[in-house]
Every structure is written in structure tokens, then in C-alpha cells.
């Protein structure tokens, strides 16, 4: 099993900065994804952002340029560094982790962390 516990959400002006932090816990395989989602109140989920092991990474149209996903290995834990917010930047943000192995595979979520842009 694998834990994820995010953190660094809160309330920030437009223009302004916040850095998610996602924590991960348990077994974790040599083979994984990790990711930012966010929801948006009447919207879908989306993807944010995701880093491979191999450090390959992906972002959405709308955050590429401002935001920058990258992780500490030694410290199991994965960051979203989140510049220029603006208002639709607005969501709970999630931390998932994807990971594939010769005992199986998982999906794992954590419990989110609200960002609100607002001045």
C-alpha cells in the first residue's frame, strides 16, 4: 500500500506563486508515474502535470510555462512549483501515483488540497 499526503495549498493573489507538496509513503516500484490533477467546482477532473521515473515530463496546455512538477527521490516526495496563477487556477489539487511492477500494479490517491486564486 501507498500513502500520499499533499500540502501548500491556500489562498493567493493572481500573479502570485504556491508550491504543492505530495508526500508518498509504503512500497513504491522502480516503475511508476507520478501526477498533479485538479478539480474545478462544475468541472472535471483534469490532468496537471505528471513525471515518469525516468524524470519525462508532461503538462496541460494551460499550465505549461507557469508550472514545473519535479521530485526528490530521497524523500519519496513530488512537488508542483505553480507561478502566474491565475483565477481558473482555482481547484482541489491531487497527487496520484501510478506504478506498475512484477507484483502487480496501483493507483493511488491522495485527499487533495484546495488552491484558491482570488484577490
Known amino acids: 500500500q501507498v500513502q500520499l499526503v499533499e500540502s501548500g495549498g491556500g489562498l493567493v493573489q493572481p500573479g502570485g506563486s504556491l508550491r504543492l507538496s505530495c508526500a508518498a509513503s509504503g512500497r513504491i516500484f522502480t516503475v511508476y508515474v507520478m501526477a498533479w490533477y485538479r478539480r474545478a467546482p462544475g468541472k472535471q477532473r483534469e490532468l496537471v502535470a505528471a513525471i515518469t521515473n525516468g524524470g519525462t515530463t508532461n503538462y496541460a496546455d494551460s499550465v505549461k510555462g507557469r508550472f514545473t512538477i519535479s521530485k526528490d527521490n530521497a524523500k519519496n516526495t513530488l512537488y508542483l512549483q505553480m507561478n502566474s496563477l491565475k483565477p481558473e487556477d482555482t481547484a482541489v489539487y491531487y497527487c496520484?501515483?501510478?506504478?506498475?511492477?512484477?507484483?502487480?500494479?496501483?493507483?493511488?490517491w491522495g485527499q487533495g488540497t484546495q488552491v484558491t486564486v482570488s484577490s
Open positions: 496520484n501515483l501510478g506504478q506498475w511492477g512484477a507484483d502487480g500494479s496501483g493507483s493511488y
